[in-house]
């Protein structure tokens, strides 16, 4: 009993980390729990370690951690994937083994679908490099899109991979290259989520939750006759009751073991993860970004709350560096659906531009600004599954 209560113990430890891992960046997490927690892990927690270290051992244990970190987070390499790919096949065997003898068939039937899918789409994710950018590819991918002025302007130049940037595209310093319309780079599938490998790592993160639910059902199915409830003399007012129930529970539990109940209750805890990343990521279709255009947006968000953001027409016959430097190149004329006339500026003193006061004006709020690349969501919604 005390071996499978440090089971429950570790798997929630375990998926409560992973949880502020995987979303205490969120700009919109910032401020809550999560996002404090994910700083206190990742940044006073490590420094205060660094204080100490340098004290007693001259920083030797911190350089050593370091280059640890450096290989596992600012370099490309498989170790999250591996261990993806070990805990969803060690459980898998281990369910299987324990459960297959007590399924009718109608229930073993749907499990090789269901288990093969995850599988597929982090194949599919991991080996696509169509959305890396290339001398080759690289005119067809200025094509794609048009600039919006706001999030991504013609003059940026890629240094690494000496190209212009096409708007929405991002360069990735663990891929060591641009990727088109790039999300962000998941260490989970080992590559960068782009253009075209998006709808393959949105069926993961479904996958991976149906795979889930299908072996919590399944764990419920069995366990559930020897869950005896609804005979306590109490009432559920009572702390009796609560009391009757848990040990029914637990007793139940320790009847599945590890294979049945330790799998379940993995599977239980952990099913939040992929389908709150998969709702963010509705989130940000239905709101027409990726994730690196969300963190954009959010840098605008703040100069605006410091009230040093500026909005313009380009028309109106503003004129600014940024704007100079546009039109040095003629810009190619790329079809799209929306157009905008806006620009924005943020100014280091907070003052509109100088000599042009009277074109501008204080920008407060995103409202005010246009998306050009979010074309409803049924439009962005489709054109995400095109791999558009
Ligand atoms: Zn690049
Ligand atoms: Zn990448």
Redesign the pocket.
């Known amino acids: 009993m005390i071996a499978f209560r440090n089971t429950i113990i570790a798997v929630v430890v375990i998926s409560l980390f992973t949880f502020i891992a995987l979303f205490g960046r969120l700009p919109a997490l910032r401020k809550t729990p999560i996002g404090f927690s994910h700083r206190l892990l990742c940044i006073y927690v490590p420094n205060g370690f660094r204080r100490v270290d340098a004290r007693y051992t001259g920083g030797r244990m911190s350089r050593s951690i370091a280059r640890l970190t450096h290989y596992l987070f600012q370099e490309k390499n498989p170790l999250v994937l591996l261990l993806f790919l070990t805990l969803l096949t060690g459980s898998a065997t281990l369910f299987l083994k324990a459960a297959l003898p007590h399924l009718e068939t109608k229930f073993i039937l749907p499990i090789p679908i269901v288990l093969l899918a995850p599988y597929t789409f982090t194949y599919l994710c991991v080996t696509s490099t169509v959305d890396h950018i290339t001398p080759a590819n690289h005119a067809a991918a200025m094509r794609t899109y048009p600039y919006d002025h706001i999030l991504f302007r013609p003059e940026n130049v890629c240094r690494t991979c000496n190209l212009v940037k096409p708007a929405r595209s991002k360069h ?1 310093s ?2 060591g290259v641009c ?1 088109a319309r790039c999300d962000h ?1 998941c260490a989970w599938v080992n ?2 989520v782009g253009r075209h490998n998006y709808r393959w790592f949105l069926q993961v993160l479904l996958s991976i939750g149906i795979v889930e639910i299908y072996g919590a059902y399944l764990c419920w199915h069995i366990l559930s006759p020897h869950l005896h409830l609804g005979n306590s003399k109490y009432g559920w007012l009572e702390k009796q009751y609560w009391a009757e129930l848990g040990n029914a529970f637990v007793f139940a539990m320790s009847i599945g073991g590890i294979g049945i109940s330790g799998v379940g209750l993995l599977a239980v805890t952990t099913l939040p993860l992929p389908f709150a990343l998969f709702g963010y990521h509705v989130y940000l279709i239905w709101a027409g970004m990726t994730t690196n255009e969300s963190a954009k947006w959010a840098d605008w968000r703040d100069d605006m709350t410091d009230g040093v953001a500026w909005i313009g027409k380009k028309t109106s016959g503003i004129k600014n560096d940024e704007l100079a430097s546009e039109s040095e190149e003629e810009e190619e004329y790329i079809p799209w659906p929306r157009i905008s006339d806006q620009v924005l500026v943020s100014t280091t003193d907070g003052k509109a531009p100088t000599g042009q006061e009277h074109l501008w004006e204080k920008a407060t709020s995103l409202d005010m600004v246009e998306n050009i690349y979010d074309l409803g969501f049924w439009r962005n919604f489709i054109a995400v599954l095109q791999g558009k």
């Open positions: 990735c663990l891929c990727v780079h590559n960068c």
